[in-house]
């Protein structure tokens, strides 16, 4: 077969060419490392890298965004930790407000304290992340949560949301708990049933413990769940004899008679030993349709005539509606007589109940956020070691094998030279140098 000069030309400096490419593909790689620096190098490896690569920069940015809610969750955390030891310094200063022996005087200045510890704790609901966004106002973090009117009033001004973090691919976690939740959705009494002696009596009498024994009754749709305790006193015999009505106050209706409540005497004896309860006791009671609410109400001391007790399912207020009441109750003070000793007595045994309540909610809320930190540390665990996998993926997959590149390149380099050699020999052959 005759070849040409040119073919003879074009097919050598062709392989001489391929080989360079190869050799400058495989220093290429010893520079970089890297086993893929283009798309032509690998196609479905490179594919597979660019997917790796955006999960990774994904888990990392997930690490941030962790990074940011810890941040935020441990602000928070904080600001409840100083809202729950404000409350148990409120808590001391309402109990040594109990002791008998304290004058109007000492009083005074427990509110004066009490007034103080009321300020400190509204500072700590309207505390900010340092950057200008308030920790408890939900999402209208550039507003302050509580504004406090001319008359001492408390208002909120946030909403109830809950700020949200992103933190993996299908999860998010809340940074914030709104001011409503934490400070203005306290449980008066046990959260079920409260208790409370009217401003007018005149008794020495003390709301105690209240309880709901049965939960369905009480809950039960038929319950109007508001009635006042009436109590009437028979000065005519000796000793003077306390009777109680029960009354419907929804319906006015004697719960013991089932007619319209009547002056007294009444049909059951007060008795400081025996609870009230809120059930047909038959006898005394006459009403022919019998009744149970499920609850009892337990009162000491002596009622003077005419004396109310109200009954009623519990609410939620604020904490510091509560902290206000209990200011305005050691202000207040008490006189010598049984009746204003009592008073103080109740009033401070309600504020002391909501305290308690207050406390529960504080906590309540800091261990749901303490609860979301060690969600965040374990979700900040596994984005590392997701980004670590993706990191040995990528590594196995583009990574250089110097000993086999640099065997594959000297081997290359055999090969251009002998090619060179051969095409150096091949060209200077000439007919006239075998005539």
Sequence with gaps: MRVSTSSLYETGVGGMLRLQDQQLRLQQQVSTGR????????????AAVL????????????GR?????????????????????????????????????LSNADRMALATELQARYDELLAIANRSDGNGHYLFSGFKADTPPFLQNAG??????????QRLVQ?????????????AAVFMTVREGDGRIVAAAAQANAGSAIVGTTSVGNEAAWNDPA???EFSIRFHVDATVTPAQTTYDIV??????????GAIPAAGPHLRSYSESAPIALRTVAPPDTNPVPFDFGATVAVSGAPADGDLIGVRAAATRDMFGMISDLISSLRQGQSATAASAAAYRNRLDTALTGIDNALDQVLLVRAGAGTRLAELDTAQTAAEDAVLNHQQNLSRLQDLDYAAALSELAQRQAQLEAVQKSFLQITRLRLFDFI
């Design 51 to 62: 997917e790796i690569g955006q999960a990774q920069s994904m888990q990392e940015q997930f």
């Design 167 to 179: 933190i993996g691919v299908q999860r998010r976690v809340a940074v914030s708990d709104s001011g």
């Design 152 to 161: 001492g009033a408390i208002s909120y001004q946030g909403d109830e949301g």
């Design 248 to 257: 419907d106050t929804v319906n006015n209706v004697s719960l013991l008679t």
């Design 65 to 101: 965004n962790i990074e940011s809610a810890r941040s935020a969750l441990l602000q928070e955390e904080q600001a409840l930790g100083d809202a729950t030891r404000v409350l148990q310094d409120i808590k001391t200063l309402a109990v040594n407000a109990g002791n008998g022996a």
């Design 35 to 46: 086993r893929i620096n283009s798309p032509a190098d690998d196609p479905i490896a490179a």
């Design 223 to 225: 319950n109007p769940r």
